[in-house]
């Protein structure tokens, strides 16, 4: 995910190529009617780029513009804007950075304005917001939309009604629309080869993922896990560059743990590798690294997250199959981390803390997105129980900077720590 | 001798615990939190000090077989004629901050009448004021600002009038006073205090079973056993503020759970209602903390919301609780949003609902917030500990004693006059173990 | 009967938190079954075809007092899930013996999974209705959720489902809708004569009570309610939009009522009139039910509306169908439907100069003076317009 760069910052050379390949995306999209090429705008969950790409589209994703706006600051302002012009406090502040920033100039982090798109892609997957936010688009730009309906785990299985559901209406009417939207024609070889590539990047991007279960982890799989899943949630999946950069994360990954290395830091290598978290819950972006240092500096790694599998859970198995495209799209929608029921999601929350021995389940609470945090503390409890490790549980938002309470965060964090530490002691003593 | 301090630093008060190696506690201070930090846990300190030496006299005396129905009295009086002292040295330094303010000002014009007037009103003050620590006089509060405060404000006005001031020059120069007063470190020189403090109780007693010099040699030894600050343990709200380093810092969730389990060691659940935060705590056999609950962002049903209460009332934090025990019926108040609470709160007067009756709704809801909050932390099993400010309130250890009842059944529920300070006593207590373990 | 006796039941109903109206039918009969549901539609013409009992969940209203409810939502979410939790938890709803939830917003969605996690031996469905409204994509989707549902209850009840059973359901709920939709045209023509409160109740009868009962009272009420004089006010017409889910407490309507606004139509409890059209009693009665959903429904804020011209139409039809001179926007706090959705309802009033106000409340709102205020404005800006 496009991550502002400030000069202090220590980076390793795959940040650098992701920095490379964000910037040449926003050039592309910034570009793209002058260089006679269509936009499509979707969501993280649900992305199909390999498919928006068969039709030589740019794909640009509003989330991905909000975060950006968010770390760099400048969402406040935004979201504060579309609240005057009539929307709540309540909603999502994805949805109003989005709808602020369309009415200061869209403008892109390169400094040129983002043109409209031509299709709203309305992949419908894993929260109800995405609905009305397209709805809502549409309603702005007037432009094309097509609407891709993906039923909801309700029983934690993806039954072959829904899988046909989807897959009729990728068939009978987004491929369509795309066609139209693009005027170029849908050549399923084409997103066979897509696939391949997506396949590929997956393998790699899991590896990086699981490598958290080394002690010391060499990579922090929240706030570092943001950097990694930048290229394959966004713009990039199904590309050979995101291959490329896969490869390249791996051997990172590799030397840092032959050299015993925990992960990378804004400020460097982190030292001591103290308490082992599983984080669930978005971030927040606005405060992001004020927000990541009250974790390393007090020693703090997460070891696994679930915000890493909003677009796509990889690390349970699943892949793009190019031998099934259409079918494979369905499942990776149907899949995808939000799509999942709570009980799902508590026993993947259950499946790491015990297998990547974390200390415990901490939850970031977002206010913007009750599909992430509706039943959280519920969660947080379940997964207590099962594990016998203690929960804690902080609230921020996404891009809404009145939302971060710095002083109420930390309070809540070092009593945290310090609980799991005396409650080690207290382990140690009485054995 | 070794001592091991703990202070917790609330966001409406400070409060410090002092204890000496075998964990016996020696003294207690509290002060509110003023915006600065670090004077708030210096006097809280040396009000833990104080009452440290009078502890320490207590001992000395009570080893005295013909004092032994003497001593209770005989420390009282010491003790209120040791604040009269100490409130008398700050009343002073308010004095010369206000003149110094007032001549500093751009009162040119009226400096000599104002630098009469400051004299006429704190004249009247001090006249006034130590009639508060006369034998058995009962004091609002024990706050310096509190009781400065009013009796400048009534002092202040007729003197203006009388003068012929403008009134608001003078609650100018008092606001701008106080705040320096308050802010500066108190003197530390306690044992001169003491001994004039002693001289006027010896004066005052006329029945002393011994002889007044045995008195005072035992006290002055007691003044001089050295304290020793062995090991300070800071915790609270504003504990980040502390110039303290991380080892000497710990969370106020485990300060309480801490605490909580020395003064009821089968405690299992402890609930802390504070200004800021309200706690849901299960502290194991042995005072650790195995989960913890805190509200959200949002401070509904915290301290301050009955704050916001009492102010929109124009009524004392205090009074709160004894009106609401007076109510017939509770009215229920559904919003726990402090700012549409008193929205609520005006459309019952409105409506023309008894004012006790609405506060015990008031007071309901705010409970009915911690039960929350401990249901979330996970219930409550064995024996619970309710401490903080709110623990000190009737009317919510009502509310709270019923409604733990009926959630969770015949629990033994404890509630310490002294829980205000469990996260200091948690905190001396970390402060030991960093030593003595 | 008059229709203060009708009322008067319909308010004890409402009151009862404890359902007992709705267990005493459960009771009658040791094979019946209760299946609860939240809002906005389930087909309850299913449920019934399998002799049980529908039972409409819509929170816990302003008299439940919510601790453990609340002790599993943060603050910033609405308040039907928390009191919904705390009916739960307080065995309120121990003899419902299925819980269904609408696809109405991911709060509701999530709900029917803690429900799973909490209530282990309920039979849960999270009921995803088509978001797609192609016979061959959406429908085909549908009747096969349709056919799950049927069999998931046919299971639970240990009986059969038959096509007649439902062709005898869909009849009966045809007659309850005619009869609701009478009540609501008759409101429209004269306000004065069905306060909005007494319509109110007796929507909500029809949650908890078998819906032949129901028909039986909505019938006595317009045969009492015609004849009865009640004082006519100079009030101005309205139409809420909005609390299509949770519920706000009566004195809200009433607060909206005595503030100068009839209100002449509504989307409370929107799964009474969600089918706008009779369902054909011939044929498949499944399909028919798909059809009916897919092409003749009621809209709300959880609904997508694939067509961009189509926003707000249906309200619109509705402010002119009942010469409504207003539209009153009245979500609950942190909806997250009714709230995303209000900006393009709103330009589309702009856009025929429907005036509109809006505010929010919570089903637990305890002061109505700002209410009252909003309303009263309302009302007198509407007659010096006009």
């Known amino acids: ?431 | 001798m070794k001592c091991f301090i703990g202070i917790d630093l609330g966001s409406t008060t400070t409060k410090a615990v002092m204890m000496d190696s075998d964990g016996e506690v020696l003294g207690r201070g509290i002060t509110n939190s003023r915006s600065n930090y670090d004077t708030a846990s210096k006097v809280s300190k040396l009000e833990a000090v104080v009452s440290a030496r009078l502890e320490l006299c207590h001992r000395a005396l009570s080893a005295v077989p013909e004092m032994e129905d003497m001593v209770e009295e005989l420390l009282t009086a010491l003790e209120r004629n040791f604040r009269l002292e100490l409130f008398l040295n700050m009343l002073n330094d308010l004095k010369e901050t206000c003149l110094h303010n007032a001549a500093d000002l751009r009162h040119a014009n009226i400096g000599k009448e104002l630098a009469q007037a400051l004299n006429d009103v704190f004249g009247r003050m001090e006249t006034q004021l130590s009639r508060l620590f006369a034998p058995g006089a009962e004091r609002k509060s024990d706050f310096f600002r509190d009781l400065a405060g009013s009796v400048y404000m009534n002092q202040a006005e007729d003197v203006a009038e009388e003068a012929g001031l403008p009134f608001d020059v003078l609650i100018n120069i008092y606001d701008k006073s106080i705040i320096e007063t308050e802010n500066r470190p108190p003197a530390e020189d306690l044992a001169a205090t003491f001994v004039r403090a002693l001289d006027r109780v010896i004066d005052e007693q006329e029945d002393l079973p011994v002889e007044p010099q045995l008195v005072r040699d035992l006290v002055k030894d007691s003044l001089e056993i050295e304290l020793e600050e062995t090991f300070v343990v800071g915790t609270g709200y504003g504990r980040v503020r502390l110039p303290f380093p991380k080892e000497h810092i710990r969370s106020e969730i485990l300060c309480h759970g801490l605490g909580a389990h020395l003064m009821y060691p089968k405690t299992r659940t402890v609930l802390d209602i504070g200004g800021q935060d309200t706690k849901g705590i299960q502290v194991d056999e042995n005072g650790i903390v195995v989960n913890f609950q805190m509200n959200d962002r949002c401070a509904a049903g915290c301290g301050r919301y009955l704050g916001y209460i009492a102010d929109e009332m124009n009524i004392g934090l205090h009074e709160l609780g004894p009106i609401a025990m007076k109510a017939t019926k509770s009215i229920r108040i559904n919003s726990t949003c402090t700012v549409f609470a008193g929205a609520e709160l005006r459309d019952r007067l409105a409506m023309g609902e008894k004012r006790a009756d609405i506060l015990a709704g008031l007071h309901r809801a705010i409970v009915l917030r911690a039960i929350s909050i401990i249901s979330r932390s996970g219930g409550v099993t064995s024996e619970f500990t309710f401490t903080g400010g709110v623990a000190k309130n009737e009317a919510a250890v009502k509310e709270l004693r019923k409604l733990i009842r009926e959630n969770y059944g015949d629990v033994t529920i404890n509630i310490d006059p002294d829980s205000i300070y469990t996260g200091a006593l948690g905190a001396a207590e970390f402060a030991r173990r960093a030593v003595e373990h | 009967m008059s229709t203060a006796e009708i009322i008067a039941r319909c308010q004890a109903l409402y009151d009862d938190l404890d359902f007992t109206s709705a267990r005493q039918w459960k009771e009658a009969d040791p094979k019946r079954k209760v299946i609860g549901y939240m809002p906005v539609y389930v087909p309850r013409e299913i449920i019934h075809a399998a002799g049980m009992l529908p039972l409409g969940i819509l929170g816990g209203g302003d008299q439940m007092e919510v601790i453990h409810g609340d002790a599993y939502y943060q603050s910033y979410i609405c308040r039907i899930p928390r009191s919904t939790i705390e009916l739960g938890l307080t065995r309120k709803l121990d003899f419902v013996d299925g819980m269904l939830f609408p696809s109405i917003c991911d709060v509701i969605r999530n709900l029917s999974g803690m429900w799973q996690l909490m209530f282990p031996g309920t039979y849960v469905r999270y009921f995803d209705v088509p978001q797609n409204y192609d016979d061959t994509i959406g429908g085909e989707y549908y009747i096969e959720e349709l056919k799950e549902l049927k069999s998931g209850l046919e299971k639970l009840g240990g009986v059969s489902i038959t096509d007649e059973a439902l062709r005898d359901s869909i009849a009966i709920y045809n007659e309850n809708r005619r009869l609701i939709n009478e009540v609501y045209d008759f409101r429209a023509k004269q306000p004065s004569k069905a306060p909005s409160v007494e319509v109110y109740l007796l929507m909500r009868a029809g949650m908890v009570l078998p819906v032949e009962e129901h028909n039986t009272i909505l019938a006595d009420y317009l045969e009492a309610a015609v004849d009865e004089e009640r004082p006519v006010r100079d009030n101005c017409r309205i139409v809420i939009n909005g609390a299509f889910c949770e519920q706000p407490p009566l004195n809200l309507i009433r607060s909206i009522e005595m503030a100068g606004c009839y209100i002449v139509d509504d989307d409370y409890m929107l799964i009474n009139r969600w089918l706008l059209d009779e369902v054909p009693v011939e044929g498949d009665p499944i399909t028919n039910l798909s059809d009916a959903f897919l092409h003749f429904s009621a809209d709300t804020a959880a609904k997508y509306c694939d067509r961009a011209e189509d926003v707000g139409k249906y309200l619109l039809s509705t402010v002119k169908k009942t010469g409504a001179e207003g539209v009153i926007f009245t979500a609950p706090s942190f909806c997250d439907p009714a709230l995303l959705e209000r900006p393009m309802l709103q330009d589309r009033m702009d856009e025929h100069n429907v005036p509109h106000i809006s505010f929010k409340y919570a089903e637990n709102s305890g002061q109505m003076q700002p209410i009252r205020e909003q309303a009263g404005t309302f009302a007198d800006s509407i007659k010096l317009w006009s």
């Open chain 1, 1 to 431: 995910m496009a991550i502002p760069t400030e000069n202090e910052v220590i980076k390793d050379s795959s940040m650098l190529l992701q920095k490379s390949m964000i910037a040449e995306n926003y050039d592309a999209l910034t570009s793209a009617h002058e260089n006679g090429k269509k936009i499509s705008a979707t969501f993280v969950p649900g992305n199909l780029n390999e498919l928006v790409m068969c039709f030589d589209m740019h794909n640009n994703l509003p989330e991905i513009n909000a975060i950006n706006n968010g770390m760099r600051k400048k969402s406040g302002t935004m979201v504060m804007q579309a609240e005057k012009m009539g929307h709540s406090e309540d909603v999502c502040t994805y949805v109003k950075a989005d709808i602020g920033s369309m009415a200061r100039g869209n403008i892109a982090p390169n400094g040129k304005p983002m043109p409209p798109p031509d299709l709203l892609l309305l992949s419908y997957t894993g929260c109800f917001t995405f609905m009305k936010w397209f709805e809502l688009l549409r309603h702005e730009y007037g432009c094309e939309t097509a609407m891709l309906h993906v039923p909801y785990e309700g029983d934690g299985v993806i039954t072959q009604n829904m899988r046909d559901y989807v897959v009729k209406q990728l068939k009978e009417n987004v491929i369509p629309t795309m066609e139209k939207v693009s005027g170029v024609k849908f050549d399923i070889d084409r997103l066979r080869e897509n696939l391949v590539n997506s396949a590929r990047a997956e393998d790699d991007f899991v590896w990086v993922l699981q490598s958290a279960r080394n002690k010391p982890s060499p990579i922090d799989a929240y706030f570092g896990g943001v950097y990694y899943i930048g290229p394959i949630f966004t713009a990039f999946r199904g590309t050979e560059k995101a291959v490329e950069y896969y490869k390249l994360l791996r051997a990172e990954i590799e030397q840092r743990i032959a050299e015993g290395k925990g992960p990378i830091t804004p400020e460097g290598d982190m030292k001591d590798e103290r308490y082992r978290l599983v984080v669930e819950g978005p971030p927040n972006w606005t405060n992001f690294r004020e927000f990541w240092k009250m974790f390393y500096e007090d020693g703090a790694v997460v070891v696994a997250s679930t915000y890493t599998k909003v677009g796509g859970v990889y690390d349970l198995g699943f892949r793009h199959d190019p031998n099934n495209p259409i079918e494979t799209l369905a499942d990776y929608c149907l899949g995808c981390y939000t799509n999942r029921n709570l009980s799902q999601r508590v026993d993947m929350l259950e499946k790491y803390v015990n297998e990547y021995q974390a200390d415990g389940l901490l939850i970031n609470s977002i206010k913007s997105c009750n599909s992430f945090s509706a039943g959280q503390l519920l969660m947080m409890q379940e997964v207590e129980k099962r594990t016998g490790k203690p929960g804690a549980f902080i609230e921020t938002d996404l891009v809404d900077p009145r939302y971060f309470s710095a002083a109420n965060v930390k309070n809540r964090l070092e009593s945290y720590f310090q609980m799991i530490e005396q409650r080690r002691q207290g382990e140690r003593s009485a054995a």
